[in-house]
């Protein structure tokens, strides 16, 4: 809790928590670079499960750059929320599942990227793996996003000077 009440001590926690605009633009980054990341790796998952069969595997490559823009607005801007309120995220356990199922569910979308559109590109079959692996992404990115949105009401502490309160 000391390195948490030092963070809050800081001039960006201070900032974030204190200026009228900051942690609603910080919210507001956070929610788009979400959506593009979770947005991709979900239209990657669902295509690779079949549905929009008519459309060609190798054009949701494309999704890609959004996906890794959407990581990068949702790190910077996700870093900054946790500057703000350190000990509210870090001593809820809600935050650390809504990471492994991200993370996770960004690591099977890279592995179906790197093994089944090379299929997809020479018209090969996808292999069944392929499918598992974007149901279980799909299930990872919707958990993650579940994960996310209860962060608002399964913290028990606010700030590092709290008595936890189970």
């Known amino acids: 809790m000391e390195a948490l009440g030092w963070i809050e001590q800081t001039r960006l926690s201070a900032f974030v928590r204190e200026d009228f605009y900051a ?17 991709g790796g979900v239209a990657v998952s669902l295509r690779v499960l079949g549905v ?23 790190i910077v801007s996700g870093l900054g929320l946790l500057a703000g ?7 809820n356990w809600v935050f650390a599942l809504k990471f492994l199922c991200l993370i ?8 179906i990227a790197r093994d089944a559109f090379p299929l997809a590109a020479r018209g090969e079959p996808l292999p069944r793996r392929a499918k598992w692996l974007a149901a279980a992404a799909l299930a990872l990115w919707l958990g993650g996003v ?21």
């Open 104 to 111: 996770s569910a960004a690591l099977l979308i890279w592995r």
């Open 85 to 91: 309120y350190p000990a509210k995220a870090l001593t």
């Open 52 to 74: 929009a069969s008519g459309a060609r595997m190798e054009r949701f490559a494309a999704v890609f750059p959004f996906m890794g823009l959407g990581a990068a607005m949702a």
């Open 23 to 39: 942690y609603f633009i910080l919210l507001i980054v956070h929610a788009w670079g979400m959506a593009f990341l979770v947005g």
């Open 146 to 166: 579940a994960c996310g949105k209860l962060l608002l009401y399964t913290n028990h502490v606010l700030f590092s000077t709290d008595r936890w309160v189970p």
